[in-house]
């Protein structure tokens, strides 16, 4: 079989292919405008690159189908954008630059366009009965000119860091439908703050972590109705007090990370933006596509 790496000429999307399927995803109903969401609009003509030009009667503006989007003002062409995202998933930066003939920064500067966009995730928040746990994953200063050899002494015993190039990573879990969130920190002072950021005091939720300090009196907080510690030294599940879940997201976290042999820890949350959402959907293409991630 011949590997992916090996092939010379990669197969793009149509052009007008792509433009169609960005405005089923973005408009599945009717055209609306992104300046005030009306959806009086007429079209108005085609740009330099195809794309259908829109008139709004509401606030007057001209807009097209990659306005306001993560495409548009951009030198990769459409079906080379698509062709990136799609890659995203399972392909490292490097390859796809091979496959494109394109230069690495700017396969890599799109690539961190795309994880900025998903910054926030507008349907996760803590419900129900919910899961919080750490990880530290090993990032340092990959891209950057500053970078240096990393020493090769023996490793500091403790938890990780952000300045020691391994940052911890925050995972939350909704348990009633697996959605799962990481936050990147600095350090873990106050991390409870962070977490009660997702809560909601008119539906609280039940927390279930390990017994670390950083959870002591979450509870106290409106967001939080209960707390529920595990002790791992003795059980890793009690009745509902486990983070099995949160395991099982590090389990496919650290695999997959893997395959990039190395990410910079400032570029780490918009990986893990990336990583979760291909976690919480099958549809994650479609929804990059939507305007929900980049309005």
């Known amino acids: 079989m011949v590997s992916r790496e090996s092939v010379d000429e990669v197969f793009l999307p149509d052009k007008d292919d792509c433009l169609e399927y960005l405005r089923e ?15 009086d609009t007429i079209k108005k003509g085609t740009t330099r690159k195809g794309a259908q030009r829109y008139r ?29 995202i799609r890659g995203m998933e399972e392909d490292k930066t490097s390859q796809i630059t091979q496959e494109l003939d394109r230069t690495y920064k700017t396969v890599l500067d799109f690539v961190h366009e795309v994880q900025d ?4 995730d507008p349907e996760f928040d803590l419900t129900g009965v919910c899961e919080a746990d750490e990880v530290y994953v090993v990032a340092g200063e990959k891209g950057t000119k500053q970078a240096s050899p990393r020493s090769r002494g023996l490793k500091k015993k403790g938890r990780g860091t952000f300045e020691s190039d391994k940052p911890p ?8 439908d697996g959605r799962v969130r990481f936050l990147v920190r600095e350090d873990l002072e106050d991390v409870d703050e962070d977490i009660v950021e997702y809560g909601d005091e008119d539906d609280p939720a039940i927390l279930c972590t390990d017994q670390y300090s950083i959870y002591d009196g979450i509870d106290e907080y409106d967001e939080i109705d209960g707390h529920l ?19 099982n997201r590090h389990s ?11 990410v910079s ?3 780490l949350q918009g990986y893990l933006n990336f990583f979760s959402l291909t976690l919480n959907t099958d549809r994650w293409f479609e929804k990059i596509l939507s305007t929900d991630f980049y309005r």
């Open 25 to 39: 995803q973005r408009w599945p109903e009717e055209v609306m405008c992104p300046h005030c969401e009306s959806a």
């Open 56 to 84: 709004c009667h509401n606030c007057d503006s001209i807009f097209n189908d990659l306005t306001e989007t993560i495409f548009a003002e951009h030198k990769l062409s459409l079906p080379e954008m698509f062709h990136i």
């Open 117 to 120: 966009a998903l910054d926030d």
């Open 169 to 176: 990573v925050v995972t939350l879990v909704r348990r009633s």
């Open 229 to 247: 510690a595990i002790n791992h030294d003795e059980h890793y599940v009690v009745g509902d007090a486990h983070t099995n879940s949160c395991e």
């Open 252 to 262: 496919f976290l650290r695999n997959w990370l893997r395959r990039f042999r190395g």
């Open 265 to 267: 820890k400032h570029h």
